[in-house]
């Protein structure tokens, strides 16, 4: 590690010499959050601040960098706001996920401020760190300084339009980052309206220099490591040092660098032990349950991992050394891509390049983040002795440091924090999260070691948390412990929290099923995915099972929140099943679309036995400890996957006792029309304020202006069409865009609920009456009329103002529904048994143009069109297999069945019945201001009082049910 990165927030070991930088805030950016699998995003902006806050010795000023990201903002919302750390500020951006998974729920701006003399923030540029003249004003209190001075600055209306001198603002930070918020809360309490503190050590909590190394022995120690073979491994290492065989044998152990790490002197050894313990207190650091990479790639839970090799006392020195070898070479060497290790910090590259500025932290290690810190060997940690370390040596590797630029004995203030900050009081405090993580070395020196969850400050001690852990964006592996997360509210200030947008915690898991369960023609099998939670289950308690959709099952997860919401209350186990050849669930991998001999095994009955195969795999005691085969499992679905609900109770009714079936519609459902569909959506609108008139008029109007060279230019520019992809060139071009047009009317009619939401694409609460208030009228010119409907379209397709252009070609552009994956999958299913007649009539049944008759014969036309390349043939087209397979519009023997629909919900015309039915062995509800599948989506602030109360109807049939289940057990 490089000799000049020294310091950390305090001295490790003052005999070596070596300091660390904060761990995993500087993790590689290419780790991403495994539930998002995406990048934060961010905008990069700068601000002029004065070089000097606190006096008029000069105007001079500087560009402090800050990244931002408001696409969730809206007037009301808080900004969340990172006051810097000691490093370039991208690399925080990019390891704090949990600000942006907020931000959407808070309709907050995010900010990440870069502290003064990092990164790009440099007041006086390449010279910055050239004398004492400029490293001068590189202070904690000119950076805290800095962040108000950019508080105010996005509150001006113009930074973040809609901020004001009103809106809240919530501190956060880790390590150092941490010890900001907290002084920028305590010095500036009228500016930041709180703080969450994340491993933030201090040097005034009750410090002991022997802590550090203590938690790190304990954090191995707890693991499974055998604290004896590392002691012994210290011991054995100073020994083989003294003899020039003994170093021969450290150098092939350790798989030294020939050219620039051989021990060839008693006293290199040093540099060796440095190296290794380097490597078990930066996995001490980042002790995740998931595959991290802070300047190494490390595994899940790495400590535990280390320790597997360290589990006795080796009686030779060689084991010995080994046991010792494989601790470093898991850190440092994981991969398995060196083929040596390089330890000597005067000649190697430590991996700290990313960090940049490695004076910076030195500097402020050198004026006001000073500390003593030593191990003191056994009983204290599995260290070797170094203390004491006492401020005199510190001073002298200071002055040995910085004397060149100007520094002197009397800018080294051991005790400015406390004077600065009074942590250890902090009488006036108020709206303060400490967080520590028990594994983290640096929860040694917290805020506390027990939580404290009310009053004015509050201390959260995580039991399987390491350093920063909670501030880290969501994982599927993400320990129970991180309820944490949910919700934070910090007192007196303007946070609010909608849980109904929140992402859902569950593991991603898998079983082998039949690739096909009805015949015996082969025994292939294939990997279907499953995500579940079981942090509410015990034993008699349920399994909630979602049984799969036409996409990738997280989608359909995230927005199907009623689950989640119950099974605290049913001690429940939550499970969403994917649908076999969607999303991850492939039974040929890449090749499952590529032939009709791979697709033939796509089918809803391949998928429903699936479904119950996995129902038998919860059951087997180990995949959730505690069911077994008299736990009661309740199917949810919505929309499609409410009717593989339902049939799955109609096939399997032994292996599922009970099903809640939202905006399922079926064929075979009463006197249902083809036109009703639409019919239902024009209504949707209508009732919400929309003059049918001049919906039907537009239509027209585009019609008439696509015959024309003039006209299409028209309707390329008032749509703003992409220029390269999706331009109206000719007259039939107009089919595009109508059917972009006539997408955003239906689909806003799906999703009309009372907030908003992203589930295809982002829209406002009850979105048909926001569009409905831009066509309150006819208009007579055509440019006016064609704006309307433009008005609907950008509403659905560019709510968030992001797109500068539409892309409306379904041959060149995704389609609303691209986000649920492999739109080829839902062709195949509509043509082969998922098949309707749907079509507009037009005026005076819906709003739309005619498109009727839709007949089967068109669609089989199509879809031998679409497949036959496959191998597809017209006899595979089956429109009355649903009807034969289920028998949907009788259910003689069906109980235990709930369908619910949404009156604003297009699908609604064929759902199960038009009026309540609260009684017998299938019920049905309505639900007036309900659009589709409303009721599985979790709880939010502005629900309606009608689906609170149908939420209930339905948790307390759920627990009918389940009782029922019990009493034919006994």
Known sequence: MNLEIFLLIFFLDAALGQFFPDPVTFENSQIHRKSSESQYKYREEYVKVPIDHFTYRNDLEFNLRYLINTDSFKKGGPILFYPGNEGKIEKFADNTGFMFDLAPELNAAVVFVEHRYYGKSKPFGNESYSNIENLGYFSSAQALADFAFVVQHLKNGKTIPGADKNTAVIAFGGSYGGLLAAWLRIKYPHIVDGALASSAPSLDFNLKPTDFTKVTTRTFVDAGCNRKAIEKGWNVMDKLAKTKAGRAKLNKIFKLDPKKSLILKKEDVDFLKGYVKGAFIIMAFVDYPYETQFLEKVPGWPVKKACEKVRKVEKSDEKTMEQMYEIANLYFNYTGDKMFHCANHEKCDGGFSSLGDPLGWSWQSCTEEIGQMCPDGPPNDFFWKTCPDTLEKQLEGCLSTFSHLGYKKSMFHPNIVSHNYGLSTMPTATNIIFSNGYLDPWSAHGYSKKNVLKGPIKSIILKTGAHHYDLRGAHKLDTKEQFFRDPVTFENSQIHRKTSESPYKYREEYVKVPVDHFTYRN?????????????????????????????????????????????????????????????????????????????????????????????????????????????????????????????????????????????????????????????????????????????????????????????????????????????????????????????????????????????????????????????????????????????????????????????????????????????????????????????????????????????????????????SHLGYKKSMFHPNIVTHNYGLSTMPTATNIIFTNGYLDPWSGYGYSKKNVLKGPIKSIILKTGAHHYDLRGAHELDTKEVKQVRIFEKNEIKKWIKEKKIKKN
């Open 523 to 867: 025994d292939l099998e294939f990997n279907l995915r499953y995500l579940i939670n079981t942090d509410s289950f015990k034993k008699g308690g349920p399994i909630l099972l979602y049984t799969g959709n036409e996409g990738k099952i997280e989608k359909f997860a995230d927005n199907t929140g009623f689950m989640f919401d119950l099974a605290p209350e049913l001690n429940a186990a939550v499970v969403f099943v994917e649908h076999r050849y969607y999303g991850k669930s492939k039974p040929f991998g890449n090749e499952s679309y590529s032939n009709i001999e791979n697709l033939g095994y796509f089918s809803s009955a391949q998928a429903l036995a699936d479904f119950a195969f996995v129902v038998q795999h919860l059951k087997n005691g180990k995949t959730i400890p505690g069911a077994d085969k008299n736990t009661a499992v309740i199917a949810f679905g919505g929309s499609y996957g409410g009717k593989l609900a339902v049939w799955l109770r109609i096939k399997y009714p032994h292996i599922v006792d009970g099903v809640i079936a939202s905006s399922s519609p079926s064929p075979d459902f009463g006197d249902s029309k083809p036109t009703d569909f639409y019919k239902i959506t024009s209504r949707t609108f209508i009732d919400s304020g929309c003059d049918r008139k001049a919906i039907e008029k537009g239509w027209r109007v585009m019609d008439k202006l696509a015959k024309t060279e003039t006209g299409r230019a028209k309707l390329n520019k008032i749509f703003k069409l992409d220029p390269k992809k999706s331009l109206i060139l000719k007259e039939e071009d107009v089919d595009f865009l109508k059917g972009y047009v006539k997408e955003a009317i239906i689909i806003m009619a799906f999703v009309d609920y009372p907030y908003e939401t992203q589930f295809l694409g982002k829209v406002p609460g009850w979105s048909v009456k926001k569009a409905c208030e831009k066509v309150r009228k006819v208009e007579k010119s055509d440019d006016k009329t064609v704006e309307q409907l433009y008005e609907i379209a950008n509403l659905y397709f560019n709510y968030t103002g992001d797109k500068h252009f539409h892309c409306v070609n379904r041959n060149n552009c995704d389609g609303g529904f691209s986000s649920l994956g492999d739109p080829l999958g839902w062709l195949f299913q509509v043509c082969t048994e998922v098949i309707r007649e749907l079509c507009s009539d037009g005026p005076p049944n819906d709003i739309f143009w005619k498109t009727c008759p839709d007949t089967f014969e068109r669609k089989r036309e199509a879809c031998y069109s679409t497949f």
